[in-house]
């Protein structure tokens, strides 16, 4: 199985945000988007970094007072991890765990076309192999003709 299998399910759709906006500002954002992560960009959608819930809250411990006036680009991870659409999922899942990372930006062209979270990962797979374990019952309880 492979990223653009899970693309072609959870759809492209990826939440940015521009590098000068405030941490409690991304804090709406995540908030009301019920998302994990956001990419950062600049105002031509070129990819500078990412920011996660934890940068987040890191933040908001070490910036009580000025959590409405820090900006984003001084919290952003800058050295992305990415994968590209025909990435197998075992790849991908190895990168993540190693990396411990839980948000992975998928990339074409220098453009984001999608980002799947570990959770999407570890869903398709489950899937794939429940799907695999039923033919092979059925294939051996003789349920197929021939």
């Known amino acids: 199985m492979k990223i653009k299998d899970i693309l072609a399910v959870k759809g492209s759709r990826v939440v940015t945000i521009v590098e000068d906006t405030s941490v409690y500002e991304a804090m709406l954002v995540f908030s009301a988007n ?3 992560s956001l990419i950062v960009v600049d105002k031509d959608e070129n990819i500078l970094g990412i ?3 934890r940068d987040v809250l890191m933040a908001t411990l ?3 007072e000025n959590i409405k006036t820090i ?4 919290i952003m991870i800058t050295n992305l991890i990415v994968a590209k659409e025909d ?3 075992d790849y991908v899942r190895a990168v ?3 990396n411990r990372i839980r ?3 998928i990339i074409e062209n220098k453009k984001i076309i999608g980002l ?3 959770g999407d990962v570890v869903h398709a797979q489950v899937t794939e192999k429940e799907v695999e374990l039923r033919y092979f019952k059925d294939y051996i309880a003789d349920k197929y003709p021939g």
Do not use: F
């Open 62 to 64: 070490n910036h009580l």
């Open 116 to 118: 799947v979270s570990m």
């Open 34 to 36: 019920r998302i994990g």
């Open 87 to 89: 990435d197998d999922l």
């Open 103 to 105: 948000h992975l930006p």
């Open 51 to 53: 920011i996660c819930a």
């Open 96 to 98: 993540m765990t190693e």
């Open 71 to 74: 900006t984003i680009d001084k």
